[in-house]
Structures are given as C-alpha cells and as structure tokens.
C-alpha cells in the first residue's frame, strides 16, 4: 500500500505543479506569467498578473508538498481547491476531455481527496516527521473546504464581461 501512495503522491503533486509552472514561467512550455495572466483574462477572471502568481503558486506548492507528503491534508485542500476553479473553467465543455472538458481537473480532485483520506504512506515527509496519521475529520474538512475555496475563487474573481448592450458573464476557455 505504502508503494502505491508513493507512486500515486509523486505523478499527481507533480503534475499540479508542473502545470502550475506553466502559468508562472517559461519551462514546461509554459508562457510565463504575462502567458499565464492573458489565459486567466481569456477565462474571465479578474486579478491579472495577481491571479496567475496566485493560481500558478498555489499548483507549484500544492503540487511539490503532495508529491512530498508534507502537511498532505493541507497540501490536498489547496490542490482541490485550484483544480476545482479549473474544472469551472472547462464545466460547458462537458466532461470529456477530448472535448477539452473538466475530466481531468475532476479526476485530479478525486486523488487529492483520496490522498487526504488515507494519508501519504509511510514513505512521506509527514510519516518521517510523526505528522501520521491525520485524524478523520481533518481529512473530511480539507474535503469540504479544498472546493469550496475553490468555488468561492470562482465567484469572486470571475468577472461580467459587457457585449451589446447586456450583462452576461464570460465564457471560459482554457
């Protein structure tokens, strides 16, 4: 069981975090915070420059404590949390993502939550440090919270985009 989580920790943190670096920098093909600002614009989000520091931030770090085992549960919520504004964005496509739809933001969701839920393993950070196991309701709070946050992000900073002569809001496109 330990191997799995090791296994299951390592791909997803660090595919959060390398799709973090995308919106911060130029590795990974990423188009560096200027890049990642105009995509967070072209999704209908306020906050420019801010929102993409923020956003590609919280991946990097959610990503790297994951793949760690460091502080899983907190590291968990913040990566539901962002991946949760991200299946938002991709929500009209539908689920599919050969129809650039939210199913892999969701199934990114579905780990995380898992990972708070059985804790890192053994070969984590947080088993080295005396951290394991996290109690039950922390596991379930971080559940709850991780896409509320999210969904709050949403509403807050997503933002009424103005088109003859009525209100609607933005499409989002990633």
């Not at 306020?46 to 990503?63: F, N």
């Not at 053994?122 to 379930?140: A, Q, Y």
């Not at 709070?141 to 509403?155: C, D, E, H």
């Amino acid at each position: 069981m330990d191997t799995g989580l090791l296994v299951l920790r390592l791909v997803t943190g660090l595919l959060i975090a390398g799709h973090g670096m995308q919106k911060v920098s130029f590795r990974l093909g990423g188009n560096g915070v200027a890049g990642g600002t105009e995509e967070f614009r072209r999704d209908g989000f306020r906050g420019g420059r801010l929102t993409a520091l923020a956003a590609g931030g919280s991946q990097v770090g959610a990503g790297l404590f994951l793949a760690a085992g460091l502080l899983t549960p907190m590291a968990a919520m913040v990566a539901m949390g962002v991946m949760t504004v991200a299946s938002t964005v991709k929500w009209h496509k539908g689920l599919w993502v050969q129809n650039d739809g939210y199913e892999y933001p969701m199934v990114l969701v579905v780990i995380s939550a898992a990972l708070a839920l059985t804790g890192p393993g053994r070969w984590s950070v947080d088993h080295l440090l005396g951290l394991t196991p996290w109690p039950l309701w922390m596991s379930v709070g971080v559940i709850a919270l991780g896409p509320a946050s999210g969904l709050l992000t949403r509403a807050v900073l997503h933002r009424p985009v103005v088109s003859e002569g009525t209100t609607r809001y933005a499409q989002a496109t990633d």
